[in-house]
C-alpha cells in the first residue's frame, strides 16, 4: 500500500480535524518540551535536574544545524554517542553507538511510541519524521526510563518531542537547496485557538542525488497534531504521522577497497552481465522503498488535586525493504534446497529480491500519578503492545534496461515470481507475533528540600510467536519463546548548594533476544535475554553564564548477543559472555563577551569483552578486547556567535579509531571534522510576515575521508586459531556538503 496522495487528501480536508498525538507532561521516556532551566552554547546544553545522565538539544540548536538533518543527526555533537549518516538528506542511512552500545541496544521513542524495529530493534532515519516538527530531542545516556515501550533497550534511551500547535494562527515555510542537487519544501499551517483546539499540518518534500555513485533519494511527509485543553488539568493530545521513500543505496566499503579505490567506489553505474547474458551487478537494483504511519493519542484526566490519570494508545504501522547485495539473485529449475516450491521448468534467470518487513503495532501506556503526601509521589502503569511482523523475500523480475520490473515488494503483490502451482516464490517468509507487556511502581521520596530519591521496580514479560511458512531454503515450521524479568531502579539527587547538584542511579535493563532466534539453525531458540546493570555517578555546576557536567558511567552487561556462523556455514545466534563498559562524559558550555558562545563534550569509552569466544568449536582470544565499533575517545567543541540577528559557529569533531572486528585485528583510524553554521534573522514589520531567516550550514568543511562507522562486525579481520578471516564492512563519511535554507512565518 503506497499513500502517495495522503498529502492532498489531508490538505484538501482542512486543518480543523480530528487527529493523534501525546502530551509530554507527567511522562518520563517521552520528556518535556518546555526546558525550564536556562539554554546555553547555542541550545546544545540545558540545565538538566535529572538523577541521571542527561542531554538535550533545543529547538534553537536543531534551527541552527543543517537544514536537512534528521533527529538522530541533531544529536552529533552530545556526549556519549556518535552519529554517523551516509549523506545529508536526512533520509538515507544513520547509525550510531552510545556508551559502547549499538543502535539496536538503545531504545528510541516519538511521543511515547517505540521507534525501534520491533523483530531486530535496528533504528531508520525515515520513521523520525519532519524535525522541523520537533520541540526538542533527548538523550539519557544510561539508562531506559521504568516506563520506556521498549524490549531491546540494554542502554539508554532517546527520545524526540513533537512541538505544540501555537494559540494564534500562523504559516511557517522553509525552502532549503544544498549540494547534489539536494531540495527540501517544508510547511506547516497552524490554526490557532477553535473553541479550545489548537492544531497543526505540515507537509515537506525532500529529494537529491547521491554524493557517491549513481541514484537518487528521495522522501515525503505529513505530520497532524491536535491538542485540547480543559483548563482544569485534563488534556486530549494527538498525533499523525506519515512519510514514504523511494531510495538507491549506498554500498558499504572494506578496509582494502576504501585504500585502493578511495570513497567514491559504489554500486555498478553500467549494467553487468554473466556469461549467460543475465544481469548480476547494477545500481539500479540496489534500492530502498519503505513508508511508515504512525498515531498516538494521550488523554490525561486530572482526577483530584493529588492523582492523575495518562491514557495512551497508539498504533504503528510500517512498510518496505531494501535490497543491497552485489548481485541480482540467480534462480533456476534446481534451485529448490527444501522443497517448497515446484521449480520444475524454471529457466535460469536472475531476479531483484529484496529483504521485504511489514509491521503492525497496536499498545497503549496508562499512568497514574499520587501525590500521597508533600514527601512523596507514587507512579504505577502498564504498558502492553501486540506486534505483527511479516517478513519476506520475493523475486521480482528485473527489465532488459537493469531496472526492477517493480521495486515495491508487498506481499502476494501481482509482479512476484510464482512457482507452478501458482504460489509466490519465497526466499523467505517468516511471520512472527510479539505480545509484550510491563507493569512498574515508583516512588519519589522527597526527603528534604535538597535531597530526592527514587526507587522503583518493574516487571517486563515478552512473548516470541514465530511462524516460518517455509521458503526455498527452509522447511516450515513454529517456534515460540517467552522472556520476563525484574527489572529495579533507584537514584538519589542531592542538591548540594545554588549552583553545584550530585547525582546517582542504577537500573537494570533487558534486552529481548531479537525475532530472528526463531528462525536461525542451531540452538538459537535456546538464547537469554541480554541483561545489563547501568551505573552513574554525576555532578552538575550552574551559574548564569555557564553550565558544566561531569558524569561517570558503569554498565555492566551478560549474555551479550552475537550473530554468527555455525560449522555448517547457517546463522546462529549465540550468547558470548559478559561486557563492562565504563568511561567518562563531560559537558561544558557558556557565554563569553561580546555576544560570543562555546560549547564541547568529551567522553571516553572503554567496552572491554569478559570472555573469548567459541566459534565452529574453536576459541578465539576477544577476552580484554575493545568491542568493535566502539572509538574510545570522542570530543565535540564549538565557538558561536549570536546578537540577535546574526549568528554563528564553528564545530569541531573528533572520533577515535575503532575496530571492525571482536578479536581487534582490523583497526580504522580516528578522524577530526569541522562543520560551519551561520544565519540572519532578517527584520520584519510584525504585523504580515512574524520572522524570516536565511542560514547556511557546511558539513565536513575541510573535506576528510574516511570510513565512519562499522556496518558489518566480524569476529576476526586475521587468521586466529585455525578460524579463517573474515571481511568487515564500513559506512563512508560524507563529503563536503553546502546547504542554504530560507525560511518565513506568517
Do not use: C
Not at 512476484?416 to 521520596?445: C, E, F, M, S
Amino acid at each position: 500500500m503506497k499513500l502517495n496522495t495522503l498529502f492532498a487528501t489531508l490538505l484538501a480536508v482542512g486543518v480543523g480535524g480530528w487527529t493523534l498525538s501525546t502530551l509530554a507532561e507527567d511522562t518520563v521516556d517521552i520528556g518535556k518540551v518546555n526546558v525550564t532551566g536556562q539554554s546555553l552554547g547555542n541550545g546544545l546544553m540545558v540545565e538538566e535536574d535529572s538523577a541521571k545522565g542527561r542531554s538535550t538539544v533545543t529547538k534553537e540548536a536543531m534551527d541552527e544545524m543543517a537544514p536537512t538533518a534528521n533527529a538522530i543527526d541533531k544529536l552529533k555533537y552530545t556526549p556519549g554517542i556518535n552519529v554517523s549518516s551516509t549523506d545529508a538528506s536526512g533520509v538515507s542511512g544513520t547509525s550510531f553507538t552510545m556508551r559502547g552500545m549499538n543502535s539496536d541496544q538503545v531504545g528510541v521513542s516519538s511521543d511515547g511510541i517505540p521507534i525501534n524495529d520491533s523483530g531486530d530493534y535496528a533504528v531508520y532515519a525515515n520513521l523520525l519524521g519532519d524535525p522541523e516538527n520537533l520541540g526538542e530531542v533527548f538523550v539519557t545516556q544510561g539508562s531506559s526510563e521504568i516506563d520506556g515501550p521498549h524490549i531491546g533497550s540494554s542502554g539508554g534511551n532517546i527520545g524526540l518531542v513533537t512541538l505544540r500547535p501555537t494559540k494564534d494562527f500562523g504559516v511557517f515555510v522553509k525552502q532549503s537547496v544544498g549540494s547534489n542537487s539536494l531540495n527540501k519544501s517544508f510547511a506547516r499551517i497552524n490554526t490557532g485557538d477553535l473553541n479550545g483546539f489548537k492544531t497543526f499540518v505540515s507537509a515537506s518534500h525532500t529529494e537529491g542525488e547521491k554524493w557517491r555513485g549513481k541514484g537518487t533519494v528521495r522522501a515525503d511527509r505529513v505530520e497532524w497534531n491536535t491538542l485540547f485543553e480543559d483548563g482544569n488539568g485534563n488534556s486530549t493530545n494527538a498525533i499523525f504521522k506519515y512519510s514514504t521513500q523511494e531510495n538507491y543505496n549506498y554500498n558499504t566499503l572494506s578496509k582494502a577497497q576504501f585504500q585502493k579505490s578511495g570513497r567514491g567506489l559504489d554500486y555498478a553505474e553500467i549494467p553487468i552481465y554473466n556469461s549467460s547474458g543475465k544481469l548480476t551487478q547494477y545500481y539500479k537494483i540496489n534500492r530502498n522503498p519503505f513508508e511508515n504511519a504512525s498515531a498516538t493519542l494521550t488523554q490525561r484526566f486530572q482526577l483530584r488535586d493529588d492523582l492523575a490519570l495518562t491514557i495512551a494508545p497508539y498504533y504503528f504501522w510500517s512498510n518496505g525493504g531494501s535490497f543491497s547485495g552485489q548481485s541480482a539473485t540467480g534462480l533456476s529449475s534446481t534451485s529448490d534446497k527444501a522443497g517448497n516450491f515446484d521449480l520444475s521448468g524454471l529457466a535460469y534467470d536472475t531476479y531483484y529480491r529484496p529483504s521485504w518487513t511489514e509491521s503492525w503495532r497496536p499498545g497503549v501506556t496508562t499512568k497514574l500519578k499520587w501525590d500521597f503526601n508533600e514527601a512523596h509521589s507514587i507512579d504505577v502503569g502498564y504498558w502492553y503492545e501486540r506486534a505483527r511482523q511479516r517478513q519476506t523475500q520475493p523475486f521480482i523480475s528485473i527489465t532488459e534496461n537493469g531496472t526492477p520490473d517493480d521495486i515495491w515488494g508487498d506481499y502476494n503483490s501481482g509482479n512476484q515470481l510464482t512457482d507452478k502451482n501458482g504460489a509466490t516464490v519465497q526466499g523467505r517468509h517468516q511471520y512472527t507475533v510479539t505480545p509484550a507487556q510491563k507493569i512498574w511502581a515508583q516512588d519519589v521520596w522527597t526527603v528534604t528540600p535538597d535531597l530526592t530519591l527514587t526507587g522503583g521496580i518493574a516487571y517486563q514479560y515478552v512473548e516470541r510467536d514465530g511462524n516460518n511458512l517455509g521458503s526455498l531454503y527452509s522447511a516450515p515450521e513454529k517456534r515460540d519463546a517467552r522472556y520476563h524479568e525484574l527489572l529495579p531502579n533507584f537514584s538519589a539527587r542531592y542538591q548540594i548548594n545554588e549552583q553545584n547538584q550530585a547525582f546517582y542511579n542504577v537500573t537494570r535493563n533487558m534486552r529481548t533476544p531479537p525475532n530472528y532466534v526463531l528462525y536461525n539453525a542451531g540452538d538459537s531458540i535456546s538464547l537469554a535475554p541480554e541483561l545489563s546493570w547501568n551505573q552513574e555517578l554525576g555532578w552538575r555546576f550552574t551559574q548564569d553564564d555557564m553550565l558544566l557536567s561531569a558524569t561517570l558511567f558503569h554498565i555492566s552487561y551478560k549474555d551479550r548477543q552475537l550473530s554468527t556462523t555455525n560449522a555448517d556455514g547457517d546463522y546462529e545466534m549465540l550468547n558470548v559472555g559478559s561486557v563492562v563498559n565504563k568511561g567518562l562524559e563531560l559537558e561544558w558550555s557558556g557565554l563569553l563577551p561580546y555576544n560570543f558562545n562555546y560549547y564541547t563534550s568529551y567522553t571516553y569509552t572503554s567496552a572491554e569483552q569478559q570472555d573469548d569466544v567459541t566459534t565452529r568449536n574453536k576459541e578465539l582470544p576477544t577476552s580484554g578486547k575493545q568491542l568493535a565499533n566502539v572509538p574510545k575517545n570522542m570530543l565535540n567543541a564549538s565557538l558561536g556567535y549570536d546578537n540577535k540577528r546574526y549568528y554563528g559557529n564553528v564545530a569541531a569533531k573528533y572520533v577515535g579509531s575503532y575496530y571492525g572486528d571482536l578479536t581487534n585485528d582490523q583497526e580504522i583510524s580516528g578522524r577530526t571534522t569541522f562543520d560551519i553554521n551561520a544565519g540572519v534573522r532578517l527584520p520584519v514589520d510584525k504585523k504580515i510576515l512574524k520572522s524570516a531567516a536565511i542560514r547556511v550550514s557546511m558539513l565536513n568543511v575541510f573535506d576528510k575521508e574516511y570510513l565512519s562507522s562499522a556496518r558489518t562486525v566480524v569476529l576476526n579481520a586475521a587468521p586466529v586459531n585455525g578460524v579463517s578471516a573474515a571481511t568487515p564492512y564500513y559506512n563512508v563519511g560524507e563529503e563536503r556538503t553546502a546547504m542554504v535554507s530560507f525560511e518565513a512565518s506568517f
